[in-house]
């Protein structure tokens, strides 16, 4: 039986620029157009990228509250998201801070600061592996051959989250002119293998931060 344990490293990453269309399409990738050949992860890994990526599937701009706000006003939002592929819901509270106002451009804007937490999540990958296995078996047998399939426990394990950022939102055209958020996620990565060879374990923590900065586009502009 073997059995490792990996801790969370810090090391650095390069900056990534991703344009988006109106639609939120990818365009450009750090100025090049879009690869024909970028790989495809899957739902499970999709779903991963968008819980530590600053949820860039989502529009940007704070949940105002039904009333009038003014300098130095704070308030609190709660959302939940149902993830269907992992039928489990992820619940967010954030708090929101009227810090100031700045010009952007020209435009007037003001500086609303936010905080968040969510709580974390598990995603079982066993069955995605173990049916890929399955499949590399049924077509080895087809050649006459055979291959042993193990059983494969593989569940990463996403933690409470942390975010914090600025919106600079422009009140006279109701939208955000520019945002910059960082998310910190714990993630926990447990895989364990058994077959007719042996047995093994092995454990993967890490700290995942992502600072996401966007900034508006007046129409026309080339991406």
């Given at each position: 039986?073997?059995?490792?344990?990996?801790?969370?490293r810090?090391?650095?990453?390069?900056?990534?620029?991703?344009?988006?269309?109106?639609?939120?399409?990818?365009?450009?990738?750090?100025?090049?157009?879009?690869?024909?050949d970028?790989p495809?992860?899957?739902?499970?890994?999709?779903?991963?990228?968008?819980?530590?990526?600053?949820?860039?599937?989502?529009?940007?701009?704070?949940?105002?509250?039904?009333?009038?706000?003014?300098?130095?006003?704070?308030?609190?939002?709660e959302?939940?998201?149902?993830?269907?592929?992992?039928?489990q819901?992820?619940?967010?509270?954030?708090?929101?801070?009227?810090?100031g106002?700045?010009?952007?451009?020209?435009?007037?804007?003001?500086?609303?600061?936010?905080?968040?937490?969510?709580?974390?999540?598990?995603?079982?990958?066993?069955?995605?592996?173990?049916?890929?296995?399955?499949?590399?078996?049924?077509?080895?047998?087809?050649?006459?051959?055979?291959?042993?399939?193990?059983?494969?426990?593989?569940?990463?394990?996403?933690?409470e989250?942390?975010?914090?950022?600025?919106?600079?939102?422009?009140?006279?055209?109701?939208?955000?002119?520019?945002?910059?958020?960082?998310?910190?996620?714990?993630?926990?990565?447990?895989?364990?293998?058994?077959?007719?060879?042996?047995?093994?374990?092995?454990?993967?923590?890490?700290?995942?931060?992502?600072?996401?900065?966007?900034?508006?586009?007046?129409?026309?502009?080339?991406?």
């Amino acid at each position: 039986m073997i059995s490792t344990t990996a801790r969370s490293r810090t090391s650095s990453t390069p900056d990534t620029t991703i344009i988006l269309d109106q639609y939120g399409h990818p365009v450009t990738v750090n100025d090049e157009p879009l690869p024909d050949d970028m790989p495809f992860f899957g739902d499970p890994f999709t779903m991963i990228g968008s819980l530590t990526s600053g949820v860039l599937d989502k529009p940007f701009g704070p949940a105002f509250p039904d009333r009038p706000l003014a300098l130095g006003d704070t308030w609190t939002d709660e959302q939940s998201k149902y993830l269907a592929d992992a039928d489990q819901t992820v619940v967010s509270t954030i708090t929101y801070t009227v810090t100031g106002f700045d010009t952007i451009e020209g435009y007037d804007v003001a500086l609303i600061e936010f905080t968040s937490e969510a709580s974390g999540i598990d995603i079982d990958l066993g069955e995605m592996f173990q049916a890929l296995l399955e499949g590399f078996s049924s077509m080895a047998e087809e050649e006459n051959t055979s291959i042993d399939v193990p059983t494969i426990d593989f569940v990463i394990s996403v933690g409470e989250s942390s975010a914090l950022g600025t919106y600079w939102f422009d009140q006279e055209a109701g939208l955000v002119r520019q945002v910059e958020q960082t998310y910190t996620v714990p993630l926990t990565m447990n895989m364990a293998i058994d077959s007719s060879e042996g047995t093994g374990s092995t454990t993967m923590q890490m700290n995942v931060e992502s600072t996401v900065r966007a900034s508006l586009a007046e129409p026309g502009t080339p991406s």
